[in-house]
């Protein structure tokens, strides 16, 4: 498919006032928005590029639409004379890498990250030579061809594999399926501050590796290195609650800490992370289970840990769902301060976009307090670089991590 002539295409005219947020820099359009006395959404062809106009036929930008969905819209392009085709999707991968490599280097880390790279619909995590794709639109699915042949000219030598296995799929009624023209490799290695781990494809989260939380991971090791001198002579004990392939253990221990246990509900999960201990010279001792019942059952025990991170998956996943994932959010840090020795160091995530970045802290004093802790705020952090933050979608920020000291 060549680059359209933008005069060509169909057109979707927003309703009168609805244009100041494309105009603010956000890319989504959604069918309430649109007016559909002009131009009904019935008549685009579901996949197909359309140009965005105002209530007065100005010109908004080159959008990819699904009429079926409720953002029907998604902005590529804002210049008219650069309509959507193999061109701009070649110069979008170029421009992503060429942050990657000034900001992140090596060959791990994300590669696209859909709307800040301009790009929505689409992520690329690079595994070195093997890059897994994910594509969670129509529009982008009916350009697989497309995107594939960018890929291979920006960065070529590499293969790639599509994990199409995510729920954004279903809203857009696409099929999930695992697609490698190349084979399936089995695993994929992941290089991160000299240590190396493994994760698998098929059966790992995400594309098999959080590189969301490799910069909070660095801040991890920094701070743990500067308190061997104040360490008990026993060393320090880490708990990594919700482990998965055990990314924080390993970097805890990597900074210094002497024993670390993880705690998952996945028995394959901790499989990887015992691999990836040993694959460091490490050695880590595992508990399978649900976290709320792991972490109660080891304060009745009396178990103490001085490094403590809580790092679950996302408890709200939807606006409605605040109140209760909030106080799941809440119930699990009070367990996990329960466990902490003096002078611990809690590292608590939240991947929920939903739950307000102002809202963890309150909910972890709010833990502390119910565990009968003294919780001091020392440092915080997000997303790492290669998830860059688009700043008029706020819906591209969606990590959170704090950083707390506790005392009795």
Not at 297 to 318: C, H, I, S, T
Request: glycine share 8%.
């Amino acid at each position: 498919m060549t680059d359209s002539s933008s005069t060509n295409l169909p057109s979707l005219v927003l309703k009168r006032h609805e244009d100041a947020r494309i105009r603010s820099g956000h890319c989504w359009v959604f069918s309430n928005e649109v007016d559909t006395s002009r131009t009904p959404l019935s008549a685009v062809e579901p996949g197909a590029a359309v140009r965005v106009l105002d209530s007065r036929e100005r010109f908004l930008g080159h959008a990819l639409v699904n009429p079926h969905a409720l953002i029907c819209a998604r902005l590529m392009s804002r210049l008219e004379e650069e309509p959507i085709g193999p061109g701009l999707l070649e110069r979008r991968l170029r421009s992503a890498l060429a942050m990657r490599e000034r900001y992140v280097g090596g060959v791990h880390y994300r590669l696209v990250y859909g709307e800040s790279d301009d790009l929505p619909g689409l992520v690329v995590d690079r595994y070195g030579d093997v890059l897994v794709g994910q594509i969670a639109t129509l529009g982008m699915e009916q350009r697989r061809g497309e995107i594939e042949a960018a890929l291979a000219a920006t960065l070529p030598g590499t293969r790639l594999v599509w994990k199409n296995d995510g729920n954004a799929r279903d809203l857009e009624n696409l099929p999930r399926e695992l697609v490698a023209p190349d084979g399936v490799p089995e695993t994929l290695e992941v290089l991160e501050a000299g240590l190396r781990f493994q994760v698998p494809l098929a059966d790992g989260q995400k594309t098999g590796w959080f590189y969301d939380q490799w910069a909070n991971r660095a801040l991890l090791r920094a701070l743990l290195g500067r308190q061997k001198s104040v360490w008990q002579s026993g060393g320090a004990r880490v708990l990594d609650v919700c482990s998965y392939a055990g990314g924080w253990a390993v970097s805890a221990l990597a900074a210094g800490a002497t024993t670390a246990l993880c705690v998952d509900s996945s028995a394959t999960a901790l499989e990887w992370a015992q691999r990836n201990a040993r694959a460091n010279g490490q050695q880590i001792a595992v508990q399978r289970g649900d976290a709320f019942d792991v972490l109660a059952q080891l304060g009745k025990d009396g178990e103490r840990f001085d490094v403590l991170v809580v790092d679950p998956p996302a408890f709200v996943k939807r606006r409605k769902d605040l109140p209760q994932g909030a106080a799941a959010y809440r119930k699990l840090n009070q367990l996990a301060l329960q466990l902490a020795a003096e002078n611990a160091l809690l590292v608590s995530c939240s991947c929920s976009w939903h739950l307000p970045a102002e809202a963890l802290p309150e909910l972890l004093q709010s833990a502390a307090q119910h565990a009968g802790r003294t919780l001091r705020l020392i440092a915080s952090g997000g997303q790492s670089p290669d998830h860059p933050v688009h700043p008029a979608m706020p819906e591209t920020r969606y990590l959170k991590a704090v950083f707390g000291h506790v005392s009795r």
